[in-house]
């Protein structure tokens, strides 16, 4: 089951950003593009995720932005596409730089988790995406870490509780 079912990203101009995510995308495995009616009658394209599992939509706006993507404003930071390897990592970004896409970094190393190797970069209209593979089973550790993590935070929520009914 996916993280995610579905994000759908609003872009100016469908004809410039379908043929981008395809081209980006159907080597890590999206497949085809189904069309559905949205909540205003637009059309949202939709891309498939590996084994289905997942989709991304896009769908244009109906007028231009009055601003330049801010992704420290309140929405959307940047979307990570997992890669099945680092070879789909590196190969993502030569197809990138032929497309003469804005990299940001990498492909390369990143501290997040250990094997974390990635390419940072932007779509057509300014919206920070990912390229990244992790060594699995990089989640166990992951996990560990979270619990260990919610463990101290219950623990002194615990502590506070007592403290709080002994004054």
Do not use: N
């Amino acid at each position: 089951m996916p993280l995610v079912d579905h994000v759908d990203l609003v872009v100016s101009s469908i004809e410039r950003s379908l043929p981008f995510y395809r081209g980006l995308l159907g080597p890590l495995g999206w497949a085809g593009v189904v069309k559905q009616e949205g909540e205003r009658g637009e059309t949202i394209h939709y891309l498939g995720g590996p084994d289905f599992d997942g989709s991304l939509g896009l769908r244009e706006a109906p007028q231009p932005a009055q601003q330049a993507v801010d992704r420290y404003s309140r929405g959307l930071h940047h979307v990570a596409f997992a890669a099945p390897s680092r070879k789909a990592v590196d190969q993502t970004a030569e197809w990138l730089r032929d497309q003469g896409v804005e990299i940001e970094g990498g492909p390369g190393e990143r501290h997040y988790t250990p094997g974390y190797y990635a390419v940072f970069f932007y779509d057509p209209d300014g919206i920070k995406l990912e390229v990244v593979h992790r060594p699995r089973p990089f989640s166990l550790s992951f996990a560990r870490g979270l619990v260990r993590g919610a463990g101290s935070i219950a623990a002194r929520r615990r502590r506070a509780k007592r403290r709080a009914k002994s004054s």
